[in-house]
């Protein structure tokens, strides 16, 4: 018997490893050698590709292809048919399964509806992709970027909140209190 709640309409190829408290629903395909952690979500119409790796508590909305070489660490969020790529130049006449690039987002980052994201850089922790953005670059901890291609215009804080900063480069989350500290184009938590 499983830890994971499966739809009847989901497939789950063999060799997949799948964390307990997981959901996968409707028409949702899981294949062969993935790594889902604890706690996740998959909505209805996913696909996860081989060999992709999740994290615990992934949320992923309805409609998200995630293909291989992909890892999402714990806390993050994927909305509504937005996409991963996997090849810089795909070519349907040219096999390139050996040159998949990697992909990482990291812990609490969360990315917007029908965002792109192409394959071969690295999503910071609590990076905030907004919805239909295509992410052409690395994007850095706690950014805000939006647009195509996505440029940062701000920054977030763990919460989701939009921080903004005083003349001392400092800025409080409402929701939690945390205070950041600007300097130099980086972020940090003032403890």
Not at 23 to 33: D, E
């Amino acid at each position: 018997m499983s830890n994971y709640f499966s739809h009847e309409t989901a497939i789950i190829d063999t060799n997949s490893s799948i964390g307990e408290g997981t959901k996968i629903w409707h028409f949702s395909h899981i294949m062969a050698n993935c790594k889902i952690g604890n706690g996740c979500n998959i909505g209805q119409n996913v696909v996860i590709s081989p060999e992709v790796e999740l994290g615990n508590n992934v949320k992923i909305q309805n409609n998200v292809s995630i293909y291989t070489g992909v890892i999402c660490e714990d806390d993050v969020f994927l909305g509504p048919s937005m996409v991963f790529t996997n090849v810089i130049n795909p070519r349907s006449h040219v096999n390139r399964r050996g040159q998949y690039a990697k992909t990482i987002v990291r812990k609490g980052a969360s990315i917007g509806a029908n965002a792109t994201i192409v394959c071969g850089h690295e999503i910071g922790e609590f990076a905030f992709i907004g919805a239909g953005a295509v992410v052409t670059k690395e994007v850095l901890p706690y950014a805000l970027v939006v647009g195509n291609p996505a440029r940062q215009i701000g920054w977030m804080s763990k919460f989701g909140h939009k921080l903004i900063f005083d003349e001392h480069g400092l800025a409080n989350c409402p929701e939690s209190g945390e205070k950041y500290q600007l300097n130099e184009n980086k972020l940090s938590i003032i403890v």
